[in-house]
């Protein structure tokens, strides 16, 4: 089983940026598939952006596509999430997670991964 734990999340103004880390531990997760959801109060989570295993494949969400770069350091056991151009709808809990498949469309049509972190909120001020 594999443990994550995110951080980088705080109060940033509109526009700014934010780098959100994603530290693992129990398991290496270069055998995962990883991946960046949020929850925004009283809405439903959202899937944000997933890489594969080794790196060379990402995918993102139509609202982040061009904002937001997910990226892994397999030899650190850590993933990322760089957020640009950081507007107030983005304010959400963000929550890290691994999954055993790299399933794309099942993430962005409401799907889970298998194992999760406890969130870091993000809060975007206009």
């Known amino acids: 089983q594999v443990q994550l734990v995110e951080s980088g999340g705080g109060l940033v103004q509109a526009g700014g940026s934010l780098r959100l880390s994603c530290a693992a531990s129990g398991r290496t997760i270069s055998s995962y598939a990883m991946g960046w959801f949020r929850q925004a109060p009283g809405k439903e989570r959202e899937f944000v952006a997933a890489?594969?295993?080794?790196?060379?494949?990402?995918y993102y969400a139509g609202p982040m596509k061009g904002r937001f770069t997910i990226s892994r350091d397999n030899a650190k056991n850590t993933v990322y999430l760089q957020m640009n151009s950081l507007k107030p709808e983005d304010t959400a809990v963000y929550y890290c997670?691994?999954?055993?498949?790299?399933?794309?469309?099942?993430?962005?049509?409401?799907?889970?991964?298998?194992?999760w972190g406890k969130g870091t909120l993000v809060t975007v001020s206009s």
């Open positions: 997670a691994a999954d055993r498949v790299y399933r794309n469309s099942y993430y962005l049509a409401g799907g889970g991964m298998d194992y």
């Open positions: 890489i594969s295993w080794g790196g060379g494949s990402t």
